[in-house]
């Protein structure tokens, strides 16, 4: 599917260019571009009655905060509001913001299409993310799954610490067993510790167990 | 050590001011008294007299206030003494009878309180006698017989008790009186005494028709005779007189009223001269005489009402009038009193504008101090790290645009990412921070976005109330120590692997951090601005840092703060 209306929420005007030509690119003609959250929202209220909506917003999340905001500072805002009165029309948040908590709202709650963070691959990004909406398909790019996915951080839990403290006690996995066992701690089989420990040197890029068990003693975590 | 000798000695000159100041304040207080006592004493004029009683007033008030209640009796006991001088003989009674009171509070009879007690009542009776009250006098002198006073003054209260006893006419009680008082006073051994017992006993003897009478008021008249008691001989004359008088001996009679007047005008005495003049007209037995003088006691008398009731008035007056000064200096002190909190409230008040006005412009330019503080930091942020990586890929593309825009320039693009990539970190850096229920989510994408595919962060899970009992401003200080420690980590230490780990022992907060790069040496230390940064905001949290620096073995740092 092609879009014939597009709204581009947008406050700086070097991207509003890049967008709307992105936009003309991919064959929309009605692109119109709205600096100011409020005036975004009358833009598509307009067409609205106008029986004329917009398939397509195009949104930043950070705003100049200005004397026309009315009350609405923020594309989440802005977003939400617009979904409230045209709940059909396809959202595409395109900003800097790549904080896991805003990623996850913005997704989960409100509900919108796609992420996509801006950056060197921003406008291609932004592309891929139009052609998968006009498929109905939901996207994010890759920064922005990084971030939800927050994949460059390992967080060891007690049962993972107290895993690498016995190995590195030098206690064999069926031993492990059995000290789990004994302090009624599951899961307990050789069979779960294995794949356990695998996970770890996975996630330490560690090739074997005694390297794993260096990285972990050097950087204090047991 | 010599500040405190200096100071032990500075409290030592001042202690003996104050000490000198207080006695010297007591020794002025005593001379005054003893001033107005002596003024009393002499009794100059009325207004002496007045000026003594209001300073005696004012000291008894003072005394009572103060506990003193002897001195105060002693003050009551001079103003009621001032106060019969004056005639006042009404206001006289109820001083002594409020003294009198003062005096019951106390348990024990010491001879102080007896003397005053005695002589409180002595007043008392005199006054009643006075005033022509005699029942109300006798039971006075009977208070000073039964409370077990000294002989003198046992037998000077027999003696007045008598007199009133005999002024009623009630001969035979005063006869008992005068004959204790006479026996007694043998012992005292007191001529003075002796003869004035023995003399009013032999008057009394003589209205009794009692034989002694005579033998007793010559035996009395030798004593004074032989002591040259004019006033006594005199007295002794008169009655032995009106002795003779009585029994119509008028050659005697006269011989002694004859005495008598030779010795009132070698003393010009008038009150001696009136006795004897009305003895002797009551001598000549001549009706109109007797009826004139008659007339002229009874008009002496009214006089004498009159008079005292016009001193009373006249004090009444005077004292008044001296209050109404006093009542007008208090005034006159209030009202200096009230413009000077006035003036003092208003300087106040002016005061607390002005500090307030100066504090809020003070307050404004920290502000302001601060604000502009913060422009510099970023501005110079911005510069330092967008600015100098902008100019050095300008210079290159100056100096090898071919190379640089190969493959679809990638290697300017690259820059360019770079360039963008770091103004979104200080932005980034600038923006708010979720300090609620969200703060481990923050801080784990905090540590999320300085990882990469080259660069593990590791950290532990920690309970969901681990950060409920830690302030939002620690929190926020926090998570900006986290950040500097992890942008000196991607931008130095060349690590693979870094770990933040949270632990909680009691209301201690401990943060490690560890990494596998390079390390830091002391020198890189001291040049990075960013850890110089984390000290300061830990010492803003009252918390305690330590970095372990060992070249080529990675960076450790503790952080430690109360939660």
């Not at chain 1, 209220?45 to 100049?64: G, S």
């Not at chain 1, 617009?82 to 509900?111: A, N, R, W």
């Not at chain 1, 690498?164 to 779960?192: F, M, Y």
């Not at chain 2, 690259?414 to 979104?424: E, F």
Request: charged content about 25%.
């Amino acid at each position: 599917m092609t879009y014939s209306k597009v709204l581009v929420a947008e406050d700086n005007d070097s991207i509003i260019k890049g967008v709307v030509l992105k936009l003309r690119e991919l064959g929309v003609d009605n692109v119109q571009h709205s600096q100011f959250c409020y005036d975004a929202f009358l833009k598509v209220k307009k067409a609205l009655k106008d029986k004329n909506p917009y398939q397509l917003l195009v949104c930043d999340l950070l705003f100049t905060p200005s004397s026309k905001s009315n009350g609405m500072s923020s594309g989440q805002e802005l977003i939400t509001a617009i979904k409230k009165i045209q709940p059909d029309i396809k959202v595409i948040v395109f900003t800097v913001e790549d904080k896991q908590l805003i990623i996850k709202s913005l997704l989960k709650d409100i509900k919108v299409e796609a992420y996509v963070c801006k950056g060197l691959d921003g406008l291609k990004e932004l592309d891929k993310a139009i052609q998968a909406v006009g498929k109905n398909q939901d996207y994010t790019c890759p920064k922005a799954t990084a971030a939800l996915n927050q994949k460059n951080v390992v967080q060891l839990d007690a049962y993972e610490k107290q895993l690498l403290q016995l190995v590195a006690n030098g206690l064999k996995h069926q031993e492990i067993s059995d000290h789990l066992k004994s302090k009624n701690i599951s899961p307990n089989s050789v069979r779960s510790i294995e794949d356990h420990m695998s996970k770890l040197r996975d996630n330490f890029n560690a090739a074997t167990t005694p390297q794993l068990i260096f990285l972990v003693h050097n950087l204090g975590l047991i | 050590m010599k500040i405190s000798a200096v100071s032990f000695l500075f409290y030592c000159v001042f202690f003996c001011c104050f000490l000198k100041s207080n006695m010297a304040l007591a020794q002025q207080q005593k001379d005054s008294t003893r001033y107005y006592y002596e003024l009393a004493n002499n009794k100059k004029t009325n207004v002496d007299l007045i000026k003594s009683l209001n300073y005696l007033e004012i000291k008894e008030a003072e005394n009572l206030s103060n506990g003193d209640t002897l001195n105060a009796i002693q003050n009551l006991r001079m103003i009621a003494i001032i106060q019969k001088d004056m005639r006042l003989l009404n206001k006289s009674e109820n001083t002594s009878v409020k003294a009198l009171q003062l005096l019951d509070q106390f348990q024990t009879k010491d001879s102080i309180t007896k003397a005053a007690r005695t002589g409180l009542n002595n007043n008392i009776g005199k006054i009643y006698r006075e005033l022509g009250e005699y029942e109300k006098a006798i039971k006075h002198y009977d208070n000073i017989i039964t409370n077990d006073p000294s002989l003198k003054e046992y037998v000077t209260a027999l003696n007045n008790k008598g007199f009133a006893l005999y002024e009623q006419q009630k001969y035979h009680l005063a006869l008992e009186n005068y004959t204790i008082a006479h026996s007694n006073s043998l012992i005292l051994n007191d001529k003075k005494i002796i003869a004035r017992a023995q003399d009013n006993l032999g008057i009394t003897q003589s209205k009794l028709n009692n034989d002694f009478a005579f033998i007793n008021m010559i035996s009395a008249l030798k004593i004074r005779d032989s002591l040259k008691f004019k006033n006594g001989i005199i007295t002794s004359y008169l009655h032995l007189a009106e002795h003779f008088i009585d029994r119509n001996e008028r050659g005697n009679a006269s011989f002694y009223l004859e005495k008598a007047h030779l010795i009132a005008n070698e003393a010009d005495n008038i009150n001696f001269k009136e006795a004897v003049l009305s003895l002797k007209m009551d001598l000549k037995n001549d009706p109109e005489l007797l009826e004139y003088k008659k007339i002229n006691e009874e008009i002496s008398a009214n006089e004498k009402r009159r008079r005292n009731s016009f001193a009373a008035d006249q004090y009444d007056f005077n004292k008044a009038l001296i209050k109404v000064k006093e009542i007008d200096i208090i005034a006159e002190k209030a009202k200096t009193k009230n413009i000077y909190y006035q003036f003092l409230g208003a300087f106040l008040l002016i005061l607390f504008i002005f500090s307030y006005f100066i504090l809020k412009s003070k307050y404004k330019k920290e502000k302001l101090q601060e604000i502009h503080n913060t422009e510099a930091h970023i501005s110079k942020k911005i510069h330092d790290e967008l600015g100098n990586d902008v100019f050095y890929l300008m210079s290159q593309i100056q100096s090898n645009p071919e190379s640089l825009l190969n493959n679809k320039g990638v290697k300017v693009l690259n820059g360019l990412n770079n360039i963008y990539n770091k103004a979104r970190d200080i932005s980034k850096s600038l923006s708010k921070i979720e300090t609620g229920n969200s703060y481990p989510d923050e801080l784990t994408a905090l540590l999320n976005s300085y990882g990469s595919d080259v660069t593990k962060i590791v950290t532990n899970q920690i309970t969901p109330d681990f950060w409920k009992t830690v302030s939002k401003y620690k929190k926020e200080e926090l998570y900006r120590i986290l950040q500097e420690l992890l942008t000196n980590m991607k931008k130095h230490s060349e690590a693979t692997f870094a770990a933040v780990l949270f632990t909680k022992k009691q209301n201690k907060v401990i943060i490690n951090y560890a990494d596998n790069g390079i390390g830091v040496t002391k020198n890189d230390f001291k040049l990075n601005n960013g850890l110089s940064n984390v000290e300061s905001r830990i010492d803003a949290i009252n918390g305690n840092i330590t970095f372990e620096m060992k070249p080529n073995d990675g960076f450790k740092v503790e952080i430690r703060f109360t939660a």
